[in-house]
Each structure stands twice: as C-alpha cells, then as structure tokens.
C-alpha cells in the first residue's frame, strides 16, 4: 500500500540555520504530496502542496519539489526562526478505492527545535 | 483559527464507556474527514464522508462509527474503549473529495481512556 517516510527526529537548530527534512514515499499512481506543521497544541496546518511532478510547493521561505524519479518531497527552509519550532508531517493523498478521495496518508512526523 | 470546530476539547472516561465527538466543518465545506493520532501509530485516516455520504474508510475499529448530519456537522461514536484508543482524534474539512481541496483540521479532542 501507499506509505510516507520522513527522518526521525528531533531536529535540533540554530536560528538562521539551513533546514531540511527527508521525505520519501511509496504510491501507485500519482498521488499529491503535502506537508503539514502542528505547533503545540494546535490541530495541523497545510505548509505546502504539490500535485505533479516537478512541481515546487511554497510558503513561508519553505520549499519542497516533488520529485517522481526519486520518489521523494524534502522540506528545505534557507534560514530558520525560532517561531518555526514545530512538529512537521509530510504527507501524500491516497488513492486507493478507485480513485483518490483525497484521505492523508501522513509520515510519523519530525519535531524541529529551533535555538535562539 | 481553521474554521473547523471540534467539541469537546478533552475527554477523559473509563474502559467500556462510549463517547461521541463531534466536528462542524468550515462554512462551505461539504466533506469532513476524521483522524487519529496516537503515540504509537502516529495519523491515521480514519473514515470520510461527503454530503452525507461515506466515501472513504480507513484503519478504523467495528467498535467506532461516524455519520454526517444533514447540517453538514458530524459525529465521532467510539464504543466499548479500550486502553489504547486513547489519542487525538482530529476532523478535517474541505470543500469536495479529491486531492485538488485543502483540508482544514480542527484543534482535535484528546481522549484519555482510564
């Protein structure tokens, strides 16, 4: 079945610091692929999304390309704050059942701790 | 704020109870999805419905349930708990199935089974 890894964390950084954060999945077809930020205490928000491949997702200084031929969506983020401490979800539609109804299959999450 | 509204917000109760979470959808949003998240799963999509009707099931237990109200809200059933239902159950909203729409999640209820 359809699946998502993603690095393990915790990612501990310095403010200004470079990120990334590894993302790979396995899919029949051609799933959308997402990344989604859960702050403490707070339901997920939608980051980014891309649809097809070769798209570039981006929001916030965030950035992630969808790349087919390697299977794999990476966050990056040039210089990071301490505001974007965080837990962060990466994410793919499933399609299964005959045609995608859009249910998020998720990654087990990455906590990103961010030092002033 | 998301817009999706989740109630209650903590919920603590014994093993062998039932309990009914409920979620309203933003305004507009016609399709309501319900996840869990716990420690030793991580999210998992539980069950979709659309206009009233299910559309999607995922990893979800016999002993849980869900439907969609006429008014668009809807309802979370979890019967017979045991010790490890004991999560985060969030709802998501957008406005049609499909991976085109944004899904809006709630702030979640957290479920604690004693």
């Known amino acids: 079945g359809n699946s998502v890894t993603q690095m393990e964390g915790p990612v501990t950084l310095s403010e200004e610091a470079f990120l990334t954060i590894n993302c790979t999945y396995t899919?029949?077809?051609?799933?959308?692929l997402f990344w989604y930020v859960q702050y403490p205490g707070e339901g997920l928000q939608l980051l980014l999304k891309?649809?097809?491949?070769?798209d570039k997702g981006s929001n916030k200084g965030f950035e992630a390309t969808y790349r087919k031929e390697t299977t794999s969506f990476h966050l990056e983020k040039g210089s990071v704050q301490v505001s974007d401490s965080a837990v962060y979800f990466c994410?793919?539609?499933?399609?299964?059942?005959?045609?995608?109804?859009?249910?998020?299959?998720f990654g087990k999450g990455t906590k990103l701790s961010v030092k002033p | 704020d998301s817009g999706v509204t989740q109630t209650p917000k903590h919920l603590i109760t014994a093993t062998g109870q039932r309990v009914t979470l409920r979620c309203s959808p933003r305004?507009?949003?016609?399709?309501v999805y319900w996840y869990q998240q716990s420690l030793d799963q991580g999210l998992q999509f539980l069950i979709q419905y659309y206009n009233g009707e299910e559309r999607a099931k995922g990893n979800i237990l016999e002993r849980f349930s869900a439907q969609q109200f006429p008014d668009l809200h809807s309802e979370l059933n979890l019967s017979s708990l045991e010790l490890g239902d004991s999560a985060l159950y969030f709802c998501?909203?957008?406005?049609?199935?499909?991976?085109?729409?944004?899904?809006?999640f709630g702030p979640g209820t957290r479920l604690t089974v004693t």
């Open positions: 899919a029949t077809g051609y799933p959308s």
């Open positions: 305004s507009g949003d016609l399709s």
């Open positions: 994410a793919l539609s499933d399609g299964a059942g005959g045609g995608s109804q859009g249910n998020l299959i």
């Open positions: 891309a649809t097809k491949a070769d």
């Open positions: 998501a909203s957008s406005v049609g199935p499909g991976t085109t729409y944004e899904q809006y």
